[in-house]
Nanobody, 117 residues
Framework: QVQLVESGGGLVQAGGSLRLSCAASGSIFSFNAMGWYRQAPGKQRDMVATITIGGSTNYADSVKGRFTISRDTAKNTVYLQMNSLKPEDTAVYYC???????????WGQGTQVTVSS
């Protein structure tokens, strides 16, 4: 049973920083790619950042230069460092892992990030 557990969300003022963590129950190399998505109230879930098994990263235009995705393979954990946070970054952030030839998606339970102005 694959489990992804997020942590690190919270309330921060605009301009501040947070680091989200996503701990996988097994090796993160079992996933073709892992990433972070976010969903604001009344909006669809959007990609924020992804990292492939080979280490290639991709970011949404809205977070480029502010957010950094990284991983610690020894801890089977993926991180999202978020700097220069803006109120529009407020959302529930979900960790995602995509696995296998069928590209099945696995999701964490989500962690709330709230940025006050």
């Amino acid at each position: 049973q694959v489990q992804l557990v997020e942590s690190g969300g919270g309330l921060v003022q605009a301009g501040g920083s947070l680091r989200l963590s996503c701990a996988a129950s097994g090796s993160i190399f079992s996933f073709n790619a892992m990433g972070w998505y976010r969903q604001a109230p009344g909006k669809q879930r959007d990609m924020v950042a992804t990292i492939t098994i080979g280490g290639s990263t991709n970011y949404a235009d809205s977070v480029k230069g502010r957010f950094t995705i990284s991983r610690d393979t020894a801890k089977n954990t993926v991180y999202l460092q978020m700097n220069s946070l803006k109120p529009e970054d407020t959302a529930v952030y979900y960790c995602n892992g995509r696995r296998g030839t069928s590209l099945r998606d696995y999701w964490g339970q989500g962690t709330q990030v709230t940025v006050s102005s």
